[in-house]
């Protein structure tokens, strides 16, 4: 059993960097890991994931270039860089894991999942 705790996440200012991390307890080598996000009265949206061999990382297109994810499998953390915040990108931020496979942006697809982390950028 898998489990996945995020953190790093708080209030900041447009235009600030924030680093969210996702620990996972239980083997998540072979997982592919994800990001996604849910603003408030919204559906959870898929941020961008990478597999567990290599394939990606994989951003929906509108965060590409502002966001970054990376792994380290043999801490079992994954990791979400986001510049250039925008009060756009409040939302809370899960992280999630599905055994094999390729970043898929369904929320089905994914058996594991934190609690998530709340990320508030005022403007």
């Known amino acids: 059993q898998v489990q996945l705790a995020e953190s790093g996440g708080g209030p900041v200012q447009a235009g600030d960097s924030l680093t969210l991390s996702c620990a996972a307890t239980g083997s998540t080598v072979r997982y592919t890991m994800a990001w996604f996000r849910q603003a408030p009265g919204k559906e959870r949206i898929f941020v961008g994931g990478?597999?567990?061999?290599?394939?990606?990382?994989n951003y929906v297109d509108s965060l590409s270039g502002r966001f970054e994810i990376s792994r380290d499998n043999n801490k079992e953390t994954l990791v979400l860089q986001m510049n250039n915040l925008k009060p756009e990108d409040t939302a809370v931020y899960y992280c999630?894991?599905?055994?094999?496979?390729?970043?898929?942006?369904?929320?089905?697809?994914?058996?594991?999942w934190g609690q998530g982390t709340q990320v508030t950028v005022s403007s």
């Open positions: 999630a894991g599905r055994t094999g496979g390729t970043p898929s942006p369904r929320t089905c697809d994914y058996h594991y």
């Open positions: 990478i597999s567990w061999d290599g394939i990606g990382p």
